[in-house]
């Protein structure tokens, strides 16, 4: 028996993924601001129903971005039996104009109509039967986030054919569809494809005009008769279509209900106000993470880590007689390691719970509005700044979603430009070195390496932009404002979960290998086994580069050790000195004081902020850019920024008298 396979459709922030995690039981990262799907996702539906394919939210087949390219492809090449189209209720004419397109497809395709609460909020009364009736299908009435309705759109799929939707495009085009369909050889064409084409659909452009070179010849001439472009001809027809729609099942009401989210939009969005806000609530994040809530939740496991358990599993290695060498392997090298990190993690967590609030509240796409105009001085826009922010939790994803930039140029500035976003995993590191030497003022050191971050990304951005120079203007800044929302419990845990296990996985695996090869390296050199930590390898490799770091502050070897392992990834720079100085995380911010000032300490956290990315991180550059000279520029530019920072900031308070 074939596999069912469905395709979920709809514009960004529709609820679309919410309803794929309900439909599929499944969890795919949800948030309140478009742009969060920017690849497909296959699940399998509940009772074994098939396969649901949830893809990039978009407003048009006609593709401006690499993740809205998806769809029109998936569509084009992929086979499927029938489709999903969520629309938004209150924003029912927009959210159509999508609808007409899919409906033309001719496949088998039910609608789930979202946001009926909003809708009435607004005073709109949309009438579920009467829009079935108009357009033929199924629709039914759902609200994604809380799964009312869901179920039965579920038990309702169907593979039954429908009446294919034909829009009157006026005579002149709809002889060059019945002219393109006769000459395009192709066993798969359809009316719909014709349509695309004609409307300027670049994957349907390149597919078809490859295939059959006249059709570009049926173009030009049905624009010579229309005395316009072709794709505005039919966007208008559409929108007309939309229109009328929409007034035949939609009753206006007058409503006196306030709309918070103007109120609230006035304020956090102010040209004045809207970045103050932003630094602020970002101070109030770090102070909850560092003093509040994180911190002593981090102080209880390093106090459990570093007792009962080291203790504990001493004491089973002694009874079962585990040689000398593999106790300290154990203990000083996997516990110290991975402990030293793992003792971070109610920090990393706490810290992402305000972050998936912040996202699921619709507050984190005002974010970009603010930074629109900051964002434009620097050849960019407020939408590179979203993958900026997704960076905050981890770059890789962050690089990633810069696929729904429109503009090549913008989407290769924004991933250069991604890593100087202090990840999740250089908290440890701020969180070691801040509560060190700056212990009554974490939260505000740490927002200043934030704001470095982006202050920088900034200048690199505009460097990037005159290096990248091309013809092309720059892209128009749209962005979907959803109404604010109070964010559901399971959905902010089953939000943090997402980007905290990451976390957790790496000590598991990058850092516990990890752990093991720097203890190694510390154990052994070439005197042999058990030497000196200064004698050993590990001190070896770390001198190679503490002599070029001595201006900044740092120039000790075990620094250099430090900061040569934390390529594999960031978190390791922790684990490295717990090993080496054989101490938990409580511990070795005492060590850590021996070797470092305040501001030599501040100097190294700057370093670790802006130098080389992860290897994931290089890795996911690799492919998004497909070119191994960007990927080096992208990867090493960092280290001499680093450098070159690292040394004003160290030689200036040095110069100004600063210990």
């Known amino acids: 028996m074939t596999t069912q396979r469905i395709a979920l459709l709809g514009n960004p922030n529709t609820g679309k993924t919410s309803l794929f995690n309900r439909l599929t039981n499944s969890y795919a990262h949800v948030g309140n601001w478009s742009g969060v799907t920017v690849d497909k996702k296959i699940g399998q539906l509940r009772g074994n129903r098939g396969q649901l394919i949830d893809l990039p939210g978009v407003y048009d087949l006609d593709p401006l971005s690499a993740d809205e390219a998806v769809v029109a492809r998936f569509l084009m090449e992929d086979s499927f039996d029938s489709m999903i189209n969520i629309i938004d209720a209150s ?56 799964g009312d309705g869901c179920d039965v759109l579920l038990s309702s799929l169907q593979q039954e054919p429908q009446p294919v939707l034909r829009i009157d495009y006026g005579s002149e085009t709809e002889q060059a569809i019945e002219d393109i369909l006769e000459i395009v050889d192709m066993p798969e064409m359809e009316r719909w494809m014709a349509v695309q084409y004609l409307a300027g659909n670049r994957v349907f452009v390149d597919a078809l005009e490859q295939r059959t070179p006249q059709v570009a010849t049926i ?129 990393i967590f706490v810290l992402f719970f305000f972050i998936s609030f912040l996202e699921d509240s619709g507050y984190m796409a005002r974010v970009a509005i603010v930074m629109d105009r900051f964002m434009q001085m620097v050849g960019l826009n407020g939408k590179s700044f979203i993958p900026m922010i997704i960076g905050f939790g981890c770059n890789v994803p962050g690089i990633m979603a810069a696929r729904s930039v429109e503009e090549e140029r913008e989407r290769l500035v924004t991933i250069f430009i991604s890593p100087f976003m202090s990840c999740s995993a250089r908290l440890p590191i701020y969180a070691v ?65 997402q980007k905290g296990k990451g976390f957790v996985r790496k000590a598991g695996t ?70 080496i100085y054989a101490v938990n995380e409580s511990e070795l911010g005492r060590h ?6 305040p501001l030599s300490a501040y100097s190294f956290m700057v370093f670790v902020l802006l130098y080389v990315p992860c290897l994931a991180t290089v890795a996911v550059i690799r492919r998004e850019v497909g070119s191994a000279k960007w990927t080096w520029i992208a990867s090493l530019y960092g280290l001499f920024v680093a450098y070159g920072v690292a040394f004003i900031i160290y030689q200036t308070g040095q110069w100004l008298g600063f210990a």
């Open 91 to 146: 924003q029912l004419e927009r959210n159509l104009q999508l609808t007409a397109q899919l409906l033309e497809i001719g496949k088998p395709l039910q609608i789930g109509l979202n946001m009926m609460d909003v809708a009435d909020h607004r005073g709109m009364k949309v009438d579920p039967v009467r829009l079935a009736s108009v357009l033929q299908v199924d629709v039914f009435p759902i609200v994604a986030r809380t």
């Open 219 to 347: 173009r030009k001439q049905l624009e010579q008769q229309l005395g316009r472009f072709v794709h505005a001809h039919i966007t208008e027809c559409r929108r007309h279509w939309a229109v009328a729609t929409r007034a035949a099942v939609v009753t206006e009401e007058q409503t006196t209900r306030t709309n918070w989210t103007e109120r609230i939009d006035a304020v956090v969005t102010h040209p004045i106000l809207g970045l103050p806000i932003f630094f602020a609530i970002l101070y109030l994040l770090f102070h909850v993470t560092f003093n509040w809530i994180g911190s002593p939740m981090s102080d209880l496991l390093d106090g459990f880590i570093a007792g009962p358990l080291s203790k504990g599993l001493i004491s089973l290695l002694s009874t079962l007689g585990a040689s000398p060498f593999i106790q300290d392997l154990l203990v000083e090298g996997v516990v110290a390691g991975v402990g030293g990190v793992l003792v971070f993690v109610p920090q």
């Open 433 to 497: 070195f801040a509560g060190s030497f700056f212990a009554t003022n974490q939260a505000l050191v740490v927002l200043s390496l934030y704001i470095l971050g982006i202050v920088l990304a900034l200048i690199a951005a505009k460097v990037f932009s005159k290096v990248l120079a091309a013809e092309d203007a720059t892209s128009l800044f749209l962005v979907e404002q959803p109404p604010y929302r109070i964010p559901q419990g399971l959905t902010l845990w089953r939000s943090t979960w």
């Open 510 to 579: 990058f850092i516990f290998g990890g752990s093991v090869v720097i203890w190694l390296l510390a154990y052994t050199g070439p005197g042999g086994l058990d030497v000196n930590m200064n004698d050993s390898f590990l001190a070896m490799i770390g001198g190679i580069i503490a002599t070029v770091l001595v201006p900044l502050g740092f120039g000790t070897w075990q620094a250099g050790a430090a900061l040569i392992t934390g390529f594999l990834a960031k978190e390791v720079v922790v684990s490295t000195m717990a090993i």
């Open 592 to 597: 850590i004081a021996q070797q470092f000032t």
